[in-house]
T-cell receptor, first 118, second 117 residues
């Protein structure tokens, strides 16, 4: 399996622009998570999906952030408009929902997208 | 309150020596799991080891072992025979059941480990 795939790996944009981050989870995983990592706040859970349905978006910082999962193999995290304080590494992760998959239901992380908003 | 506390922002160890990275957790649920992840400078998050709350023995995976002390609510990671490639950030995480039965992990702030020759 190719693992969790994220694109782009790096994104540099100007304040006010729309940014879309993409994620392809591991096939067969029915949970998908979006995290943001910064030096100040560490690793924060933004939102997670189960079977393509958003379950908890309480970590989404503002209405400028939105996430969708139109099907089991694709999710997007959108920031509109972007601000310099959104600069961070954004991780997507996926896992199975039962112990029949990964032995410990550990999350498998993508390589991350490093976002810089100027 | 912090659910996962990693009190050591940075640790240094000499190559080939053992090192212990601390992690304490807070939960009232009897069913939970503890994970350790490694994040090298390249940025990816790599799963290392898992300990379930009902597991009788401490988890081990190669040079990694987990010193699980349930009464103290601690789950320290022990790396034996450190290698230069062990230099990285290490994150402790706990999963506990949420409503609906799903398990969602909470991550600590991490410990930076530097292994020097």
């Amino acid at each position: 399996d190719a693992g969790v795939i994220q694109s782009p790996r790096h994104e540099v944009t100007e304040m006010g622009q729309e940014v879309t981050l993409r994620c392809k989870p591991i096939s067969g995983h029915d949970y998908l998570f979006w995290y943001r990592q910064t030096m100040m706040r560490g690793l924060e859970l933004l939102i997670y999906f189960n079977n393509n349905v958003p379950i908890d978006d309480s970590g989404m910082p503002e209405d400028r952030f939105s996430a969708k999962m139109p099907n089991a193999s694709f999710s997007t995290l959108k920031i509109q408009p972007s601000e310099p304080r959104d600069s961070a590494v954004y991780f997507c992760a996926s896992r199975t929902g039962t112990s029949g998959g990964a032995p410990y239901n550990e999350q498998f992380f993508g390589p991350g997208t490093r976002l810089t908003v100027l | 309150a912090q659910k996962i506390t990693q009190t050591q922002p940075g640790m240094f160890v000499q190559e080939k020596e053992a090192v212990t990275l601390d992690c304490t957790y807070d939960t009232s649920d009897p069913s939970y799991g503890l994970f350790w992840y490694k994040q090298p400078s390249s940025g990816e998050m790599i799963f290392l080891i898992y300990q379930g709350s009902y597991d009788q023995q401490n988890a081990t995976e190669g040079r990694y072992s987990l010193n699980f002390q349930k009464a103290r609510k601690s789950a320290n990671l022990v790396i034996s025979a450190s290698q230069l490639g062990d230099s990285a950030m290490y994150f402790c995480a706990m999963r506990e059941p949420q409503w609906g039965g799903s398990y969602i992990p909470t991550f600590g702030r991490g410990t930076s480990l530097i292994v020097h020759p």
